[in-house]
């Protein structure tokens, strides 16, 4: 627990004089001694909060010691500050550079599917459902393609690593998916497509357990 401020407790400025300090002990013992307050029951607090921050401020040697000691202090924070500081931008930077863009390339690719394997139900033998099938495959495969580059283009900052690892296992299994449902245009066999409708599945588990807020 900090220990409180004996400037602050009484009332003066760290460029104080003593007569200074002396003057707002006065000031401080007149406006809260018990005596005076005799019905405030946190004036014995007070008073003993004040006779302690006089003791280090009131005495110059007493000041001086405080002072070094206090100037250490904030040498020894101020690199825990920085560094803490500097991991938030990178943590930022990640979102809006890795994450963000990943993430909405992730959601569209998983939300397509469905509807283009609805429309591919209605005659999988039909030469134009096939080629417009197709056609998405190769879209999505663009897209991923751009969000693993897009992934690989920073590094991922240690706050998020798990994060970071779900997000790449999706990319995986959405780009093992895509392979599994291309076999299914050249093969018809329906293993094919239960597979890569399966690898979407695992892919939507993992996203969804990376999901930040954006």
Not at 41 to 51: G, K, L, T, V, Y
């Amino acid at each position: 627990m900090s220990q409180p401020n004996p400037y602050a407790t009484l009332q003066v400025a760290v460029t104080a004089t003593q007569a200074e300090i002396k003057a707002a002990y006065r000031r401080l013992v007149k406006q809260y001694h018990p005596d005076y307050h005799p019905s405030d029951r946190s004036s014995h607090e007070r008073m003993a909060a004040i006779n302690a921050a006089y003791e280090i401020l009131g005495d110059e040697q007493c000041r001086q010691a405080y002072d070094a000691q206090h100037r250490v202090q904030q040498t020894r924070a101020r690199p825990n500050v920085q560094r803490s500081q500097a991991a938030d931008r990178e943590l930022e930077q990640w979102l809006v550079l890795t994450y963000n863009p990943v993430s909405r390339i992730i959601e569209a690719v998983l939300r397509s599917l469905p509807r283009q394997i609805d429309a591919l139900a209605a005659d999988p033998f039909d030469d134009d459902l096939m080629e417009h099938f197709l056609t998405y495959l190769q879209d999505c495969r663009r897209a991923l393609t751009r969000a693993r580059y897009t992934f690989q283009a920073q590094p991922n900052p240690a706050a998020v690593a798990k994060v970071a690892a779900h997000l790449y296992y999706c990319l995986n299994q959405l780009v093992d998916g895509l392979d599994e449902l291309e076999q299914f245009s050249h093969s018809y066999d329906d293993r094919y497509l239960h597979t890569g409708q399966e690898l979407f599945r695992i892919a939507h588990r993992l996203f969804a357990e990376c999901r930040l807020v954006r």
